[in-house]
């Protein structure tokens, strides 16, 4: 099945600065890699997603890339700001499958 | 819209006790998924439903029993609790199974068992 690595466990950055969290998937035909934001004692919500006929997607001051043939792909925050603090979960699902297979999580601090 | 909803938030239970987790959506989605979250292991699933009258092992159901009432409801059920059990857990829902889409969880429930 799926094997979904993400990296680093928690991420410290200064407000203002760049997060970048990575993560590996080891499954070819998976096609779908969304990332969500879970906030504390709540439910995670869906920020950015890429599908693999992409490269690079953009939202504001989120971003994700995705490189297939290393089977990777990042999601990078900038101009951090407090509210940016949070757990951030990838994800990835294949080609006509039907679950999702999770990272183990980032949890990011903000500090100010 | 109150989006997906769970009840109830915060259980302890002993163990051997059962229970069920309740959980409805108001999107009008046709799947629903429950997913255990446990520290440094991001979500895992339990049970999926593609949709109403259909359910489906996902990663770790062993232990767990769910019910797709109707469209709107997706139970699930603790007949033996365990400590192992003690863990949140998320209720989501999407549009359709397959093809990717955004999931829209609930705000959970954290089980303790002792």
């Known amino acids: 099945g799926e094997n979904v690595e993400q990296h680093p466990s928690t991420l410290s950055v200064q407000e203002g600065d760049s997060a970048v969290i990575k993560c590996t998937y080891s499954?070819?035909?998976?096609?779908?890699f969304p990332w969500y934001k879970q906030e504390l004692g709540k439910g995670p919500q869906l920020i950015i997603d890429?599908?693999?006929?992409?490269g690079e997607k953009k939202d504001q001051r989120i971003a994700v890339t995705l490189n297939k043939t290393a089977k990777h792909f990042s999601l990078h925050i900038t101009e951090t700001q407090p509210e940016d603090s949070a757990v951030y979960f990838c994800?990835?699902?294949?080609?006509?499958?039907?679950?999702?297979?999770f990272g183990g999580g980032t949890r990011v601090l903000v500090k100010p | 819209n109150a989006g997906v909803t769970q009840t109830p938030k915060f259980q302890v239970l002993k163990t051997g006790q059962s229970m069920t987790l309740q959980c409805a959506q108001d999107?009008?989605?046709?799947?629903m998924y429950w997913y255990r979250q446990d520290p440094g292991m991001g979500l895992r699933l339990i049970y999926y439903?593609?949709?109403?009258?259909?359910?489906d092992k996902g990663e770790v159901p062993n232990g767990y029993n769910v019910s797709r009432l109707n469209k709107r409801e997706f139970s699930l059920r603790l007949e033996s609790a365990a400590p192992s059990q003690t863990s949140v857990y998320f209720c989501?829902?999407?549009?359709?199974?397959?093809?990717?889409?955004?999931?829209?969880f609930g705000p959970g429930t954290r089980l303790t068992v002792t």
């Open positions: 989501a829902s999407s549009e359709a199974l397959t093809g990717g889409g955004e999931q829209y």
């Open positions: 499954d070819s035909a998976s096609n779908y």
């Open positions: 890429i599908r693999s006929n992409v």
């Open positions: 994800a990835a699902l294949k080609a006509a499958g039907n679950k999702l297979t």
């Open positions: 999107m009008n989605h046709n799947s």
């Open positions: 439903s593609a949709s109403e009258g259909t359910t």
